[in-house]
């Protein structure tokens, strides 16, 4: 069965009051939605507190959540913005508008943004799992977009080196990512599209 699937399950018992099905979820969310707040509120505590709270609301709230998508998209804009009010709060230049607090599961903006977190999540995850010259290759070469000869000044290496790590690394990642079934979601944004290549034959 899929993680998916899986979670839907939880989903169910957790709508039931499932003390055990909340702490799967909040096992399972509560890291991407810190990546959602930290990059907002640019502080590791005020991040964990905010991220607790939603939680709380979430259990609050949990007879209207009937599968994970509605749960991940709750807490997304619940999240999002409660950092974006505290860091309106302390001053901070913030470029981003609420999102509704309703917003519909299927709305593309919430969705996109809420797989955008997990598949950033997944990939530096799955990152910390190279050597360091697989890693420094790959985020200078896909993820800053990095051509060749800058990468070879930057690490002091030759053209066939970034070709030999860039190699290792996507085919370390693609196992990696695979195994977590992100292949399945590409679908769901044009952003994906320049990672496509993790999932190719």
């Known amino acids: 069965m899929s993680t998916e699937l899986l979670l839907n399950e939880v989903v169910v018992k957790f709508?039931?009051?499932d003390v055990l099905a909340f702490k799967k979820l909040f096992e399972s969310l509560?890291?991407?939605m810190l990546y959602v707040t930290q990059g907002i509120v640019k502080d590791t505590q005020t991040a964990d507190e905010i991220v607790s709270d939603g939680?709380?609301?979430l259990w609050?709230?949990?007879r209207q959540f009937n599968n994970i998508n509605s749960v991940r998209a709750y807490l997304y804009v619940l999240i999002r913005n409660a950092s974006l009010n505290h860091a309106r709060a302390v001053q901070q230049r913030i470029k981003y508008t609420p999102l509704e607090e309703h917003v519909v599961v299927s709305e593309p903006e919430a969705l996109v943004k809420i797989?955008?977190?997990e598949f950033y999540q997944a990939v530096y995850r799955e990152l910390t799992y190279l050597t360091r010259k697989q890693e420094a290759v790959f985020r200078l070469s896909v993820i800053e977009g990095r051509g060749t000869e800058e990468i070879c000044e930057a690490l002091q290496i030759s053209p066939g080196s970034v070709f030999t790590h860039r190699s290792a690394a996507i085919k370390a990642l693609r196992k990696g990512l695979?195994?977590?079934s992100w292949a399945s979601i590409l679908c769901f944004s044009i952003f994906f599209l320049r990672f496509s290549f993790l999932f190719c034959l």
């Open 15 to 17: 709508q039931r009051g």
């Open 30 to 32: 509560s890291r991407q």
């Open 55 to 57: 939680f709380l609301k």
């Open 60 to 62: 609050e709230a949990r």
């Open 115 to 117: 797989i955008k977190a």
């Open 178 to 180: 695979r195994e977590h």
